[in-house]
């Protein structure tokens, strides 16, 4: 993705010439290899640019990204929008599967608001806080069954090859949240499978056999919820569905509908970016290990060094928004139905923000927790806890547990543009007992 220029007048003295920012493009192989350096680009010399691919503007320094996400007439409906080529595949994707239109993400107050209260307590802190000891267990049990792969006959740990991602960071939100939701144990690994298959269908370009798999993944989830919440709400217990089946704020609930649609988002929005905040992290750290020792050596530091690695690789590249009235961003006036891609990724490296030292990992940076990776304003993430429970007990994990710790291969990444992250990372070390 070469630099364009052009040439502009200057003061009698003929032509300047200056850098252009390249038109943003997530389908060129250097978006996935590091999207970074092209961030830096598009900050620097075209911080609000309208794509024509994507039909909308790409936003990308930290104080524009943070306005939008907080702008109270902002929506977060694809209706909102003037049809584009683009969002007229998505409502045709939507007329296809109505129930995930009916998704928290793409609410706007009232419904949105309303949504949000009726699931919002399982997800506080106190509450998430009662599930460390069953993440804790389910996290040491998976490093003890790699940690078996190693063992001579002798009984003796030696060094394990494994894959952190897919043997580690990717099946244990899943289970968690399966654990969390009330599914039965002998139910849980059908969850893998699905959403798996679901989390292929955001792909723009997809082969329809795939498609097709996914639509029967999301319809076979659907009906498998539908069930355990008939039987939920016979029958409450102390979990998550029971929880959300039986809310009630000023005489409302949620529909079946509605229920449905959350709880598949729930696994959606939850299982993937965590797993890639622990794949992506433990890369980071293994490339800083002044970092690694800093927190090896001083653990009060875990929860800024967590929000840190978020800052500096997190999952989401973007989110999208849709203006209700003309909006100014970076100079840029976007009209009324303005379809908006705010730059989470990037604004996180903006150095007008962050300071100089924007593009390298400090695990003790002072103002870590104001990354954008949560997102912000009504919509910020609702599983933040969750997930950084879950990073804490596993950072903790690798950190006490994974002696020697190095990557063996190449790490692979996802190539989707609104969520990057490791699906591979292998990697060398001998796990010592708990
Ligand atoms: C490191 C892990 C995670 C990251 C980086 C993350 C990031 C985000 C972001 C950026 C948003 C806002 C999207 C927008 O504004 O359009 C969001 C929303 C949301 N997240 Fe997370 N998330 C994570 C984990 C989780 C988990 C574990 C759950 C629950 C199981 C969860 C549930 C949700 C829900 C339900 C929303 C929608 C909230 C709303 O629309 O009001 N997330 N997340």
Redesign the pocket.
């Known amino acids: 993705m070469a630099d364009r220029h052009r040439d502009v007048a200057q003061g009698g003295s003929g032509l300047m010439t200056v850098a252009v920012a390249p038109q943003f493009n997530p389908f060129d192989p250097s978006f996935t290899e590091s999207p970074y350096e092209l961030y830096a680009n598009l900050r620097d010399n075209d911080p609000v640019q309208y794509s024509d691919l994507l039909c909308g503007w790409v936003v990308t320094r930290y104080d524009d990204v943070a306005a939008l ?1 907080r702008d109270p007439t902002i929506s ?1 409906s694809v209706h909102s929008a003037t049809p584009t080529s683009v969002t007229k595949i998505e409502i045709e994707r939507l007329a296809e599967q109505p129930r995930a239109a009916r998704t ?2 793409m ?1 706007d107050d009232p419904d ?1 608001a309303r949504t ?1 209260k009726l ?1 919002a307590k399982p ?1 506080r802190v106190a509450a998430i806080e009662r599930l460390r000891g069953r993440v804790h267990e389910r996290m040491h049990t998976a490093l003890d069954e790699l940690a078996d792969r190693g063992r001579t006959s002798g009984g003796t740990a030696g060094p394990v090859d494994f894959d952190l991602v897919e043997d580690f960071a990717y099946p244990l ?1 899943v289970e968690i ?1 399966s654990e969390m939701l009330g599914v039965p144990g002998e139910d849980q690994p059908k969850f893998r499978r699905w959403t798996q298959s679901v989390a292929r269908s955001v792909d723009p370009v997809l082969p329809a056999d795939e498609r097709y798999e996914s639509i029967v993944a999301l319809d076979e989830m659907y009906e498998y919820l539908a069930h355990q919440a008939a039987l939920k709400r016979a029958e409450p217990a102390n979990d998550l569905m029971s929880h959300l089946v039986h809310a009630e704020i000023d005489g409302q609930r949620l529909n079946d509908l509605d229920l449905m649609s ?1 709880l598949v ?3 959606m ?3 993937e ?2 797993s ?2 622990i794949g992506n992290g433990t890369l980071a750290l293994t490339r800083h290990p002044d970092q690694m020792e800093m927190l090896r050596n001083d653990r009060s530091l875990l929860l800024n060094a967590i929000s840190e690695l ?1 800052r500096y690789d ?3 590249q973007f ?3 849709i203006t209700t009235r003309p909006t100014t961003l970076g100079g840029v006036e976007l009209p009324a139905g303005a379809v908006a891609y705010a730059g ?1 990724a990037s604004a996180n490296r903006d150095p007008r923000f962050w300071g100089d030292d924007s593009e390298q990992v400090r695990v003790d940076r002072a103002n870590a927790s104001k990354h ?4 912000a ?8 806890h ?2 950084r429970l ?2 804490e007990v596993a950072f903790t994990a690798i950190l006490d547990r994974l002696d020697g710790l190095e990557v063996t291969g190449q790490p692979v990444a996802a190539t989707r543009m609104f969520l990057r992250g490791l699906t591979s990372l292998p990697v060398r070390a001998t796990i010592a007992p708990r």
């Open positions: 996400l977060s928290i993400v609410m949105h949000r699931m997800f939100p949240f959350q988002t729930l696994y929005a939850g299982h970016p965590t890639v905040l978020l997190g999952p989401n989110t999208r928004r989470l954008l990776q949560f997102g304003g009504p919509h910020a993430c609702l599983g933040s969750l997930a879950q990073a």
